[in-house]
């Protein structure tokens, strides 16, 4: 089991910036792959970013490539979203996911086993 906890969300006006953190503890977190969706009101939850086991692949949604950056510090068992030039768009409750196995399809939250309980990010115009 791999247990994740998400902090770093808040109200922030447009054009600003937050940075997410995912705190991994019960398994070795540098042998899973990394994965941040988020889900706006009433939308499904949708793929924002990825990034491999060993943080040399990392992989964006369209909609946020160029603004977000996804990271990992797997000496601290930690992955992270950089979010900048945030768009009122951009609001939603942001979860990260793990997941073992190759790193392929990973925009499929189907592909994650383990995610995290999610936390708000609200972006004011």
């Known amino acids: 089991q791999v247990q994740l906890v998400e902090s770093g969300g808040g109200l922030v006006q447009a054009g600003g910036s937050l940075k997410l953190s995912c705190a991994a503890s019960g398994r070795t977190f540098s042998n899973y792959h990394m994965g941040w969706f988020r889900q706006a009101p009433g939308e499904k939850r949708e793929f924002v970013a990825a990034?491999?086991?060993?943080?040399?692949?990392?992989f964006y949604a369209d909609s946020v490539k160029g603004r977000f950056t996804i990271s990992r510090e797997n000496s601290k068992d930690t992955g992270y979203l950089q979010m900048n030039s945030l768009k009122p768009e951009d609001t939603a409750v942001y979860f990260c996911?793990?997941?073992?196995?190759?790193?392929?399809?990973?925009?499929?939250?189907?592909?994650?086993?383990?995610w995290g309980q999610g936390t708000q990010v609200t972006v004011s115009s």
């Open positions: 990034i491999s086991s060993s943080g040399g692949s990392t």
């Open positions: 996911a793990a997941r073992p196995g190759y790193f392929s399809a990973y925009s499929n939250q189907a592909n994650y086993a383990y």
